[in-house]
């Protein structure tokens, strides 16, 4: 993760921090959503040899996306936050297979999932998630945080 802190500062984005293992990045940029999302991402698959699709939340958005969980019985690490590059059809969740108790939320550019066996071993079919990439609630609730602080600093 240091070599993403040290691009994204490269790309002229100020007080950068990751999270974890997974790609989670936070900074600071005036630049605009797609502008940076283009930015990153032509920068990531020029040194991976692939773009990644990159998908850019501000610290209100990830406030708003905590204080809009469904499912409030769910454990945080069982529910997943899929983010999306765009909003999914108003049909999304129609083709849903979930034959393990999964349930899931639609919400903008967010679908939200709780599985109750967890991830790893369902076998959930949703095809508007192959779009995305997920954070369970816990890893998102910690960027929320993260954010936080550096907007107080």
């Not at 969980?69 to 129609?94: G, M, R, S």
Request: glycine letters at 8%; a neutral charge; proline letters at 5%.
């Amino acid at each position: 993760m240091a070599e993403l802190k040290t691009m994204c500062e490269g790309l002229g984005f100020a007080d950068v921090k990751t999270y974890i293992q997974s790609g989670n990045v936070l900074f600071r940029s005036d630049e605009a959503e797609k502008a940076v999302e283009e930015k990153l991402d032509a920068a990531l698959g020029q040194k991976m040899g692939k773009r990644p699709g990159v998908m850019v939340r501000s610290r209100k958005e990830l406030d708003d996306i905590i204080a809009s969980v469904p499912f409030a019985e769910a454990k945080p690490n069982f529910l997943l936050i899929y983010f999306l590059p765009q909003a999914a059809p108003k049909d999304a969740l129609d083709q849903m297979v979930g034959p393990d108790g999964e349930e899931a939320k639609l919400a903008g550019r967010e679908i939200y999932v709780h599985y109750p066996i967890g991830s790893g071993r369902s076998k959930l079919k949703l095809p508007a998630l192959k779009a995305g990439t997920s954070r369970n609630l816990n890893t998102v609730r910690k960027l929320a945080e993260m954010a936080a602080e550096m907007e107080n600093k």
